[in-house]
């Protein structure tokens, strides 16, 4: 059983900053592939990045240029730092994991993913 759990969400003005960590049970490296991903009422679940053993980290276009997405193996955790936050990035904040390696398409797609967090609430208020 591998426990996911997310820290760091909670309320912020836009244009502020906010890191999110994922901690969990087992060691992070042994997992291949690590990613945020973010829902909203109504909507699927989208990426907001990737971590990836082979490649490293790699973003989704809502979160590009605002976002950086680290494995620290020392603090066995990963966290999603986002910058310039706007009301849009309202969602709750998931983090999951894989162990084994994917094709490249596959890993920005949430069913890709094994292992999940409970998901953690940011609220970006204008």
Known sequence: QVNLVESGGGLVEAGGSLRLSCAASDTVFSFYHWAWFRQTPGKQREVVATFSTD???????????????????????????????????????????????????????????DYWGQGIQVTVSS
Request: net charge positive.
């Open 55 to 113: 490649v490293g980290a790699r973003y989704g276009d809502s979160a590009k240029g605002r976002s950086i997405i680290s494995r620290e193996d020392a603090k066995n955790t990963v966290s999603l730092e986002m910058f310039s936050l706007k009301p849009e990035d309202t969602a709750v904040y998931y983090c999951a994991a894989r162990r084994g390696r994917i094709i490249t398409s596959a890993r920005t797609q949430p069913q890709s993913y």
